[in-house]
């Protein structure tokens, strides 16, 4: 997804101001974090409704330093996983370079 929203970014927007493709997949990268933080409530409703809710700890177990490590796991995990899923569009990027029309 974020390839795909640099790619639109760097050709839609060079007309306008120049930006390189670093800067363009950084943009993109941002819309697509802001994209995930917004649909976060959607994926923890369908968590739950899967079984998968939260644990019922108490606020001196969820203080504890192996409690906070896990979170922290889960959370390096989901964000990898969440990366790689939106890796997927690249696997059907057609590559080949069309040939451009020429203004007239």
Known sequence: MTFHQGD????????YIT???MAAAALGNTFSD?????SSYYVE?????????APALSPVQL????????SNLGRVLGI????????IPLLFKDEE???EAKPT
């Open 97 to 99: 370079k069309k040939p």
């Open 34 to 38: 802001v994209i995930g933080i917004g």
């Open 8 to 15: 639109s970014i760097e050709s839609s927007m060079s007309a």
């Open 63 to 70: 203080d504890m330093p192996v409690s906070r490590r896990f």
């Open 80 to 87: 990898t996983l969440g990366c790689f899923l939106g890796m």
């Open 45 to 53: 409703r369908a968590a739950v409704l899967l079984g998968l809710g």
């Open 19 to 21: 930006l390189s493709t």
